[in-house]
């Protein structure tokens, strides 16, 4: 999906640039060109970003450690 007009980035672009180690507007923008123009894409960057470090968070201590087998 198209995010940047100006810059015609994609999602998967962004996506990219984020997991490279963007973690702001401004380093998306010098990454890949999306959000440097108009700006009016600066939400979706945003939105984008914040989906991506939810999506990679490291699992809290709370998760379940090791294999787990429902018959042992
Ligand atoms: S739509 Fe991304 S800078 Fe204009």
């Known amino acids: 999906m198209l995010v940047c007009q100006c ?3 994609s999602d998967r672009t962004i ?7 963007a973690s702001t507007v401004g ?3 010098r990454g890949c060109g999306a ?11 945003r939105e984008l970003i914040q989906s991506d470090v939810a999506e990679n ?4 201590s709370s ?8 018959s042992a």
């Open 63 to 70: 998760s379940v450690s090791g294999p787990v087998n429902p």
């Open 57 to 60: 968070r490291p699992e809290t």
């Open 27 to 29: 380093q998306v923008a």
């Open 7 to 9: 810059s015609g980035v």
């Open 35 to 45: 959000g440097a123009y108009c700006g009016g894409c600066t939400s979706a960057i």
């Open 15 to 21: 996506r990219r640039v984020v997991r490279g180690g």
